[in-house]
């Protein structure tokens, strides 16, 4: 590849070699099916299995808490790879989140406890940030954790929480002081799901699918020793960990190899594409070049533990506007049939249909038509969820232009 070392190039054919040798036609299906930034969740879990055999699961965490330690470039590569090879991606809220602030902000017995069940995949996560009355506006959280000896108990709800119906461990904010500043008197806990008190309720989305939840705590335990950082400063870690939710996305490399998909898609139609969608496909891919560039930088300062500053932010508006962008030039691609779209069947101990049934139907030989709709409606929270952007684009006026 231009512009890479031997030792990139070498790495870059491993990663291949790899691909090829474990990369099921079932995971390659389950990639391909995916309608949003999730994949199906017995897909992802068997993928995460098959990395952590090979010690590839937590590309970013240190060799020493079972991490492969890899370079900024090393992890791009990867991502790049894994990507046009269709691999489907392992859910980030365990190792791409709740892992680094554990490493960051854990006691040695939080690390070595959770560390090694988080890559093996015995403990499977979900973040409690929102609640109905605190979205991007997290700090005004009302969940309670009222102290009583070594425990705490804790009332109140999360919302849009993500794979809350699998997961058996949440890492959640919650409010343990009425402080002069809201983002005082919050802590992070780490709850186990499986305490009583714990209950579930599905969030159905436009796109017919169970993805979304709201969870709701009622009296429910949870030790001290569950406390990650100290009591009442919870939201320096919440700080750290959206750092790595919203810097450390692959959105460019995804974004290369979703484009390349549609190119190919369309060159193998019968109909050629207009020459004004071209146009908006080539201006896309060097949008795609320049977040490329800026994710490269982020990566390195992450990798390395330099200050981020707004960087995070920056890289949220981009990667998640641009998401939303393809999509919408995917739908154009597509054609009138891909908008006669119906929700498929989502239903609590059912199954979950992830393809638009009726549409597929009619799809039968260009599959990527009945996804399209799907990734559209999905991508519309890109610019909600970690923070909507319009409450990014004031975390840069406030800090790069003092407004």
Not at 69 to 85: F, L, N
Request: proline content about 6%.
């Amino acid at each position: 590849m231009n512009g890479e070392s031997t030792q990139d190039e070498a790495f870059r054919e491993e990663v291949r070699a790899f691909l090829r040798a474990e990369l099921t036609p079932e995971l390659k299906k389950a990639g391909a099916r995916m309608t949003s930034v999730y994949a199906d969740h017995d897909a992802s879990m068997e993928w995460q299995r098959i990395l952590h055999a090979k010690g590839w699961a937590a590309p970013a965490w240190p060799v020493e808490y079972g991490g492969a330690g890899w370079s900024a470039r090393q992890r791009h590569i990867y991502e790049s790879e894994r990507v046009k090879a269709g691999a489907p991606p392992v859910s980030p809220m365990g190792i791409k989140m709740a892992g680094p602030a554990i490493i960051g902000f854990g006691t040695e017995e939080q690390k070595s406890f959770f560390l090694p069940r988080m890559l093996s995949g015995e403990h499977f996560w979900c973040q409690g940030y929102s609640e109905p009355q605190a979205g991007s506006d997290l700090a005004a959280l009302q969940m309670s954790a009222r102290r009583d000896g070594d425990d705490f108990i804790c009332n109140g709800s999360k919302i849009w929480t993500t794979h809350a119906s699998e997961a058996n461990w949440m890492f959640c904010l919650v409010r343990t002081t009425r402080a002069e500043r809201k983002q005082q008197g919050i802590t992070f806990l780490l709850i186990d799901m499986e305490t009583p008190g714990v209950e579930v309720q599905p969030i159905t989305m436009s796109s017919g699918e169970w993805i979304q939840n709201q969870v709701f705590f009622d009296n429910v335990r949870v030790p001290m020793a569950n406390v990650l950082g100290e009591v009442d400063r919870g939201w320096t870690v919440a700080k750290y960990l959206l750092d790595f939710e919203r810097g450390s996305s692959a959105y460019a490399p995804t974004l290369k190899a979703a484009l390349d998909r549609l190119r190919g898609n369309l060159a193998q139609a019968s109909a050629r594409p207009s020459p004004a969608l071209g146009y908006r496909l080539d201006e896309f891919a060097v949008q795609i070049e320049v977040l490329d560039a800026l994710e490269m930088e982020i990566l390195g300062k992450l990798a390395s533990g330099a200050p981020t500053g707004t960087d995070a932010s920056m890289m949220k508006i981009l990667g998640t506007e641009l998401e939303q962008r393809f999509t919408e030039l995917q739908l154009e691609a597509a054609g009138p049939i891909s908008r006669a779209w119906q929700p498929g069947v989502s239903a609590p101990g059912g199954e979950v249909l992830t393809y638009p049934v009726p549409i597929a139907d009619y799809c039968s030989d260009a599959p990527w038509k009945a996804v399209a709709p799907l990734r559209y409606l999905n991508e519309r929270a890109g610019t909600i969820y970690a923070g909507t952007n319009e409450i990014q684009r004031n975390i840069i006026a406030k800090a790069e232009f003092g407004l």
